[in-house]
């Protein structure tokens, strides 16, 4: 590997050498990681689409973890929508996040009418959760997820 180092207006050349058992150490938690990643959407993808209401709306953010048993992440999807999801977040709390989102403006028209989740002990580690969510935003490519994470007023 050759890394370029900015030297005082010169640029010098450094040739790194890797130690090759950190390499293969962490050649091997990556493919354990992304196996994880995979069996994890595998499941994902499987679990029922429910209807956003009744139920789901009465939950109250201060008493209710939203029924699952472990952290999730969720896709938030429009009636009719098969392909990509309006939105996909990870929440300690599926039910204080659906009242929250339930709250917002600025989804895509329709707005979304469905929910699907996975709750799994994997996602209890909030680093892996985040990536699972990162994970299935690029797979899934959901429509809204830009629109609501970049703040008013920015590039």
Known sequence: ?????????????????????????????????????????????????????????????????????????????QEGSQENPSYVGETVDLGKRLWDHDKATGWSDPKWKFVQYVSDELLEDGEFRQLFECFCIYILKPKDNNIKRKPKGTI
């Not at 180092?5 to 950190?22: D, W």
């Not at 499987?46 to 008493?63: A, C, I, L, Q, V």
Request: charged share 30%.
């Open 1 to 77: 590997m050759t890394t370029i180092i900015l030297n005082q207006g010169s640029i010098e050349k450094q040739t790194a050498t890797h130690n090759k058992p950190l390499l293969n150490e962490i050649g091997g938690e990556m493919k354990s990681t992304i196996k994880k990643l995979q069996d994890l959407f595998g499941r994902f993808e499987k679990e029922t689409k429910r209807e956003y209401g009744g139920d789901w709306k009465d939950w109250e953010p201060s008493r209710t973890t939203g029924g699952q048993k472990h952290p999730c992440v969720y896709c938030l999807w």
